[in-house]
């Protein structure tokens, strides 16, 4: 892909299609540095925002695990270890990433699959609990990924995830927005030669603010128990605990 359509990302993910085929593509393409990028764009923090979604997940007995979009595995490995006597499933749509994974892997309770999060090869109720770092926002349909969650779900089960978060205010919003463009597209270019990350923030524009984001997952059955931000805000961890029969 050129540098000319990565910089044209917002015309590149308006549909489903465009948004799985583009995230494919991207993630393909920076798997083997992702865990570089990521941590300088978060400041050095990212690895403590997933210890603490791994963190504020209630004790379960032998659970089982899914985690969604789980790239190169922190999350997945923070569950293997917390969760030493349950199965752990990390689920990516791209390979590449889910290679780099399964080099890291020292844990004999976690098993790596690809698959799309919207559509997940899982019997219903299956799971215990559901994660997923940087997950709803990749989606190439939230509410899809929504009703997949619940599905895998238990009644009564936890999911927990960790990703940017937009504010209502269109005031807040609009520099906020600005300001991962250029920061994440910049430490993109220095880690990857390319603004590959400025995606984050179109990818952001396009999800619901905050405030609605919590209504769409209550009103999937999936209301939200407990929440921390990082980052002057911009970052949330949320639990949701699945809700009904």
């Known amino acids: 892909m050129s540098t000319t ?11 489903p299609g465009q948004k799985k085929d583009y995230n494919c593509k991207l993630f393909s393409r920076v798997a083997t540095e992702y865990d570089t990028a990521t941590r300088a764009m978060s400041l050095g923090q990212d690895p403590r925002w997933k210890r603490r979604l791994v963190a504020m997940l209630p004790d379960c007995p032998a659970p089982r695990c899914v985690d969604l979009a789980c790239g190169t595995g922190d999350v997945t490995f923070g569950l ?15 390979e590449p990433m889910l290679e780099v994974a399964r080099a890291r892997n020292e844990h004999g309770n976690v098993e790596f699959r690809q698959g799309d999060m919207c559509r997940l090869d899982l019997p219903d109720r299956w799971a215990d609990i559901v994660t997923g770092s940087y997950a709803l926002r990749n989606a190439p349909v ?45 430490v993109s270019i220095a880690v990857h030669g390319r ?23 209550a009103q999937a059955g999936l209301p939200v128990v407990a929440s921390e931000r990082f980052l002057c805000g911009t970052v949330e961890v949320f639990v949701v605990r699945r809700s009904g029969g």
């Open 5 to 15: 359509l990565t910089l044209n990302i917002r015309e590149n993910i308006q549909t």
């Open 80 to 94: 293997a270890r917390r969760f030493w006597d349950g199965k752990v499933i990390g689920v990516d749509l791209t």
């Open 142 to 186: 939230l509410t899809d990924a929504l009703t997949e969650v619940r599905r895998v779900l238990r009644p009564g089960g936890h999911a927990a995830f960790l990703d940017f978060v937009k504010p209502a205010a269109k005031w807040r919003a609009i520099p906020q927005l600005a300001l991962l463009k250029y920061w994440c597209g910049a």
């Open 195 to 217: 603004p590959e990350h400025a995606y984050i923030a179109e990818s952001l524009r396009q999800f619901p603010d905050r405030p609605t984001l919590h209504r769409k997952l």
